[in-house]
Every structure is written in C-alpha cells, then in structure tokens.
C-alpha cells in the first residue's frame, strides 16, 4: 500500500507561484507513473499533468501547459508540482496519485493523497 500526503498549498496573489509535494511511504513511487489533479468548488476533478516512473517523460493538460511543472525525485520519494503564472481560475484542492498505467484516466490511479488546497486571489 502507498500513502501519499500533499503539502506546499497556501493562498497567492494571481501571478504567483507555488510548489506542491507528493511525499509518499509504504512503497517506492519509482514502480509508479504519478500524476496530479485538482477539484475547484462545484466542478469535477480534473487531470493537471502525469510522470512516468523514470521522469523522463511529462504531460501536460492544455490549462496549465507552459505554467506548471511536474517533476519527481525517487531517491526522496515524492513527486513536485511548480506553478507559475497562478491565475484565479486555478483555485482548487490538488491531489497526486499513483497509477501503474500511463493515463489521464482517473480510475487508474490506486492511490490518492488527501489534498491540498490552492487559492489564487484576483
């Protein structure tokens, strides 16, 4: 089993920046692809960006493209996500998780951590 915890959430100006950690135990992450995700109020959770298990390869959802960055370190054990260029509309609770599969599809990701909240202010 893999516990993930989020941190690195807080609120910002628009224009900011912020970096997000994924620290994991229980197991390596480097037998996973990881990606994170984000929910804003009363929308449904949306893919953000994913790293296969090596981190030789990203991808990116169109929103954020050219704003964030996702990264991993598995001698650590946790992945990164750096947001640049916050804009409001990125408000939301973002959350990694761990997948054995190279998708976006949610249901494929096994593991979840409990979030952390991002709040961009206008």
């Known amino acids: 089993q893999v516990q993930l915890v989020e941190s690195g959430g807080a609120l910002v100006q628009a224009g900011g920046s912020l970096r997000l950690s994924c620290a994991a135990s229980?197991?390596?992450?480097?037998?996973?692809?990881m990606g994170w995700f984000r929910r804003a109020p009363v929308k449904e959770r949306e893919f953000v960006a994913r790293i296969s298990w090596s981190g030789g390869t990203t991808y990116y959802a169109d929103s954020v493209k050219g704003r964030f960055t996702i990264s991993r370190d598995n001698a650590k054990n946790t992945v990164y996500l750096q947001l640049n260029s916050l804009k409001p509309e990125d408000t939301a609770v973002y959350y990694c998780?761990?997948?054995?599969?190279?998708?976006?599809?949610?249901?494929?990701?096994?593991?979840w951590g409990q979030g952390t909240q991002v709040t961009v202010s206008s």
């Open positions: 229980g197991r390596t992450l480097s037998n996973y692809h």
């Open positions: 998780a761990a997948a054995l599969s190279w998708t976006t599809d949610t249901r494929a990701y096994a593991h």
